[in-house]
Nanobody, 125 residues
Framework: QVQLVESGGGLVQAGASLRLSCSAS????????MGWFRQAPGKEREFVAA????????YYSESVKGRFTISRDNEKNTVYLQMNSLKPEDTAVYYC??????????????????WGQGTQVTVSS
């Protein structure tokens, strides 16, 4: 069982930056591809970013490409989401997600088996 705990959300003004962290309680963290999703009120959960097991490959949604950076530290069992130039439309609950062992990173919700509880990010205009 993989448990994921996010942190780092908060209330910021447009143009500011935030870094989200997701800590995983599993010794074989490096075996799992990881991702970030978000869900705004009244909307479906959407893909934000994904990273391969080694961190060598990353993928982003078009809406965040160039502003957000996903990274991971396999020694610390942690995945990060650095969010720059935040916009009000980035306001959402952000979820960390763990894929299946040895699977490639994915933008598909159904490819992730493990989810954190979410952390709120609010961007004011």
């Amino acid at each position: 069982q993989v448990q994921l705990v996010e942190s780092g959300g908060g209330l910021v003004q447009a143009g500011a930056s935030l870094r989200l962290s997701c800590s995983a309680s599993v010794r074989t963290f490096r075996s799992y591809p990881m991702g970030w999703f978000r869900q705004a009120p009244g909307k479906e959960r959407e893909f934000v970013a994904a990273i391969s097991r080694t961190g060598g490959s990353t993928y982003y949604s078009e809406s965040v490409k160039g502003r957000f950076t996903i990274s991971r530290d396999n020694e610390k069992n942690t995945v990060y989401l650095q969010m720059n130039s935040l916009k009000p439309e980035d306001t959402a609950v952000y979820y960390c997600a763990g894929g299946r062992v040895y699977a490639p990173p994915s933008s598909r919700y159904g490819d992730y088996a493990y989810w954190g509880q979410g952390t709120q990010v609010t961007v004011s205009s």
